[in-house]
Nanobody, 126 residues
Framework: QLQLVESGGDLVQPGGSLRLSCVGIGFAFDHYSVGWFRQVPGKEREGISCVKRMGGPTRYVDSVKDRFTISRGDPDHTVSLQMNNLKPEDTAIYYC???????????????????WGQGTPVTVSS
């Protein structure tokens, strides 16, 4: 059974760093594009970064560009999101999602992903 498991969420002070991990279990994770999304209560889930299947290119939304870095494969079957210079507005539940996404760039739209993890909470506060 295909499963995604996120970890790494925590409470951190503004300016701090966290590294989120998304582990794919039960399928060929490297063959899937993976997106990171976040959601604040009362707001829509927002796509913030993605990485194409098989080591393809990455995308970021402007609000996290130059602060967050998505990477895959270390360790195997893992996609990580390194988050630096965190701000209070980064506080949210963070989700990873996966889909085959055979053509074009990876997607930052919820509807493009079939498989989702359970989320990990990130709180940025002093």
């Amino acid at each position: 059974q295909l499963q995604l498991v996120e970890s790494g969420g925590d409470l951190v002070q503004p300016g701090g760093s966290l590294r989120l991990s998304c582990v794919g279990i039960g399928f060929a994770f490297d063959h899937y594009s993976v997106g990171w999304f976040r959601q604040v209560p009362g707001k829509e889930r927002e796509g913030i970064s993605c990485v194409k299947r098989m080591g393809g290119p990455t995308r970021y939304v402007d609000s996290v560009k130059d602060r967050f870095t998505i990477s895959r494969g270390d360790p195997d079957h893992t996609v990580s999101l390194q988050m630096n210079n965190l701000k209070p507005e980064d506080t949210a539940i963070y989700y990873c999602a996966a889909d085959l996404n055979l053509f074009g760039d990876c997607e930052l739209t919820m509807s493009k992903y079939k498989h989702w993890g359970q989320g990990t909470p990130v709180t940025v506060s002093s």
